[in-house]
């Protein structure tokens, strides 16, 4: 991909797609539709290498079939876009040096869960990071933020996590008369996040914020 660019490498593993086939996309409402189908394809695609010149051009079945079923007949009315745009005085968790942050957005009680890069020794990080996740009812669902430190030789710690309710963002935008302008929630404040294993750390910062987080949120429903 380096050596010779996304379009090179593209001509060679899509020489022979099969007849008719259409590569997937999430323009549908049924997110588990979209998830077999994106499955099969990049495995066909990278895994198994069907579509190359002496490829099978023959797809693989699907190896997410029967295992989320939970979400098979979940339908999506739109999708929201999480800008994750910075943070600030984030508590350390490390011994010696800051925190190395990321995000995880989620929506609470879903199955979906999408998350930033984590940034270095960093206890004002700024991320500027578009995520993305389909959304069953705006007027109930509620986002997550985690906060997270990443950790190389054990399990990351969690830094704190705020909770924004969806409707919120559609008020907003309500007032704003439009849907594609971001609703910003600037220096929300991060809680809990207790059960890191920095004892000494936690017991030191334990009457000191967790810090505060920064996001910009746009709802944009599925016609």
């Known amino acids: 991909m380096l050596q010779n660019g996304n379009e090179h490498v593209n001509v060679e593993l899509e020489y022979r797609l099969p007849h008719g086939f259409n590569k997937p996309t999430e323009s549908g409402t049924r997110f588990v539709n979209f998830a077999e189908a994106l499955d099969v394809f990049v495995r066909s695609k990278y895994q198994e290498r069907s579509f190359t010149r002496n490829g099978s051009g023959k797809l693989v079945e699907s190896s997410l079939s029967g295992s989320v079923t939970t979400v098979e007949s979940v339908e999506f009315c739109g999708v929201v876009m999480v800008k994750v745009k ?21 929506l609470v009680g879903g199955q979906q869960r999408v998350r930033t890069r984590a940034i270095k020794n960093c206890a004002d990080p700024v991320w500027d990071e578009t995520l993305m996740l389909n959304i069953r009812n705006p007027n109930v669902d509620i986002l997550r933020l985690c906060v997270w430190d990443a950790d190389t030789f054990s399990q990351d710690d969690a830094i704190g996590q705020c909770d924004i309710p969806l409707r919120e963002v559609l008020r907003r935008s309500k007032e704003n008369l439009s849907f594609s302008q971001p609703a910003v929630f600037d220096d929300q404040k991060l809680s809990g996040g207790d059960g890191h294993s920095c004892i000494c750390i936690r017991l ?16 944009q429903p599925l016609d």
């Open 86 to 106: 910075s943070a600030r005085q984030l508590i350390a968790l490390d011994l010696t040096t800051q925190s190395d942050p990321y995000v995880v957005a989620e």
């Open 204 to 219: 030191l910062q334990r009457n000191k914020p967790r810090g505060y987080i920064s996001v910009e949120l746009t709802y």
